[in-house]
């Protein structure tokens, strides 16, 4: 015998049922299985349960199954182990049908199970105890397992479960039932849709926990840094503030400082102006005395020279007058010679001789003289030498200081620039360091806003814990 495996729909089985009776009991089913689906309070075996037990009863089919697909694997459906067996049924004359059953794991495309998943369609079979496709056969056979219809529950076009149903003899449902029970599936795609939105509540409410945990914990760090960084900020605007002071001290008096040395470098320009004034006039002076000195020099060369020529005079003039006193002499022993005749004569010779000592004694008096007025002279014109080299190192000497004062002159000019470029930094200085007053009042304001702030995050992660543990508290009740 080869069993029929059909798809829905299918042909009608007769019923002793009054249409209108008919309708009626699946109206009920449908309100029954609707309310099983609606009740979020049972859990999902419990709904999975019932409904078996309220298609069971409907159907008259004794045995349910549930198949599920394996969440560490979409291609693998197994056992969910929830069962409806019709009371007062011997479990034992199937128990090794329902280990089997439990124990089997279906690939999508593997098994009647596996088919339904891959096709997505329902089936039913009149025995499956003949049916190449069920893995189960044997044991299906030995424990007087027969008919069966099965369906797929679908949830976001993919299949989630596979419910299958048993009958003790060979058998198929009549079209009717069949149609309903993909209303039924629908249901049972509604219980796997509230678990599924239940877990991702669950991890979503965790996540969100964990979350404002975080996010408090955050705040807490956050307020807690910015309590110490507010603290910080305090006391360095505070040491700044300080600091500032202290520099406005110090400007004030590098300020008075430098007004003293203006008035200072002022009146040494005054003195350095009259120095190079007096200076000027010394330098003309000496240059003046040293030109003088120089012809007192020449001419004492001259005058040395002159005496020189009179002594070589006073030489000759000497000599001539020993030949005149020679020639007195002479003429005197001529005069003698002569006689009477030679008197007259005798007495210019004396004369002469006279004449030639007189001579002969003032050129040696003159020499004496003219020797000592050379000596002078000479030790004269050493000594203005000497008070020449003087005056010219003298000169030298005052040109020297002249340009000393002009470089002094210089540096005084320099100076007094840099004093007033100074003086103009100083009043910058003074004006940065009243900005930095105004930029710390400003600082300690922010620094006491951040208090507050801290404050008020410290406060704001309180009342958002507070609050998160009252939205986890009723989303969980």
């Known amino acids: 015998m080869i069993a029929r495996l059909i798809a829905f729909p299918q042909k009608t089985v007769g019923s002793d049922t009054s249409r209108a009776n008919r309708l009626s009991e699946i109206l009920s089913l449908l309100n029954r299985v609707a309310a099983i689906a609606d009740d979020a309070r049972k859990d999902e075996k419990t709904a999975f349960e019932e409904v078996f037990e309220q298609v069971c009863s409907f159907t008259g089919w004794p045995i349910g199954h549930l198949y599920v697909r394996d969440p560490g694997d979409h291609l693998r459906y197994v056992s969910r182990d929830v069962w409806r067996l019709e009371p007062g049924m011997d479990t034992a004359a199937i128990a090794e049908f329902m280990t ?128 110490g960084s507010a603290g910080e900020l305090g006391q360095r605007c505070g040491a700044a503030t300080d600091a500032c002071a202290k520099v406005g001290a110090g400007i004030a008096d590098i300020s008075a400082a430098a007004g003293s040395l203006k008035s200072a470098m002022a009146a040494l320009d005054d003195a350095e102006r009259n120095t190079e004034s007096k200076t000027s006039v010394v330098i003309g002076t000496v240059n003046q005395l040293a030109g003088e000195l120089r012809e007192a020099v020449t001419q004492l060369e001259t005058s040395n020279q002159a005496a020189q020529d009179i002594g070589e005079i006073t030489r000759n003039v000497s000599e001539i007058a020993g030949q005149v006193r020679m020639l007195g002499l002479n003429a005197t022993i001529e005069a003698a010679r002569a006689g009477d005749m030679g008197k007259g004569f005798a007495i210019v010779a004396s004369e002469i001789k006279n004449l030639a000592q007189q001579s002969e004694a003032a050129s040696g008096c003159i020499a004496e003289q003219i020797s000592g007025l050379q000596d002078t002279v000479r030790a004269s014109a050493v000594n203005m030498a000497g008070v020449a080299g003087k005056m010219e190192d003298l000169v030298q000497t005052v040109h020297g200081m002249a340009q000393v004062l002009s470089g002094q002159k210089q540096a005084t000019s320099t100076i007094g620039r840099h004093v007033g470029e100074s003086q103009t930094t100083v009043a910058c200085i003074t004006e940065d360091v009243a900005l930095m007053d105004e930029a710390m009042a400003v600082l300690s304001e922010l620094s006491r806003g951040l208090g507050r702030l801290a404050a008020d995050l410290e406060g704001t992660a309180h009342d958002v814990s507070h609050s998160g543990e009252a939205f986890m508290t009723a989303m969980r009740g």
């Not at 339904?116 to 089936?123: L, V, W, Y």
């Not at 008919?147 to 058998?171: H, I, K, N, S, W």
């Open 100 to 227: 089997l059953s439990k124990n089997t794991v279906f690939t999508r495309g593997t098994g009647l199970v596996g088919i339904i998943a891959e096709t997505g369609e329902a089936r039913a079979v009149e025995d499956v105890t003949v049916l190449p496709q069920f893995l189960r056969a044997e044991a299906a056979q030995r424990n007087e397992v027969r008919g069966f219809f099965g369906f797929p529950v679908m949830l976001d076009g993919a299949c989630v479960a596979v419910a299958e149903f048993y009958g003790r003899q060979t058998g198929l449902l009549d079209d009717t039932s069949l149609e309903i029970m993909t209303y039924v599936s629908s249901q049972l795609a509604r219980v796997f849709e509230r678990q599924a939105f239940e877990k991702r509540k669950a991890a979503l409410m965790d996540q969100f926990e964990t979350s404002v945990q975080s996010a408090v914990g955050r705040l807490g760090a956050a307020s807690g840094e910015l309590t």
